[in-house]
Nanobody, 125 residues
Framework: QVHLVESGGGSVQSGGSLRLSCVVS????????LAWFRQVPGEEREGVAS???????RYVDSVKGRVTIARDSAKSTVYLQMDSLTLEDTARFYC???????????????????WGQGTQVTVSS
């Protein structure tokens, strides 16, 4: 079973930055995709960014220019660097994994079958 553990969430003021980390363990065969999602209570889980094991990133339009996804294969960790945070970024952020079956890694939560427990990000004014 693939296991994902997120960390790095917390409280930050508007305009600030955070770096989330997700350690991946277990039998995740190549090629694979890793992704970050976020969710606000009562709303659907929303994709933020994805990356494959060749380090090709993909971002949703709403975060382009503010977010960077990166992978450290030696540490089995995927990161999400978030800058210029706004109140609208307040959410629980989840890391996910799946075998890669398409040219680009998806940012649709229905495509992923392994999930972490999430880490809360709260942005205040």
């Amino acid at each position: 079973q693939v296991h994902l553990v997120e960390s790095g969430g917390g409280s930050v003021q508007s305009g600030g930055s955070l770096r989330l980390s997700c350690v991946v363990s277990g039998p995740l065969d190549s090629p694979y995709c890793l992704a970050w999602f976020r969710q606000v209570p009562g709303e659907e889980r929303e994709g933020v960014a994805s990356i494959d094991d060749s380090d090709n990133p993909r971002y949703v339009d709403s975060v382009k220019g503010r977010v960077t996804i990166a992978r450290d294969s030696a540490k089995s960790t995927v990161y999400l660097q978030m800058d210029s945070l706004t109140l609208e970024d307040t959410a629980r952020f989840y890391c996910a994994a799946v075998r890669k079956r398409t040219y680009l890694c998806p940012v649709n939560h229905h495509s992923y079958n392994f999930w972490g427990q999430g880490t809360q990000v709260t942005v205040s004014s």
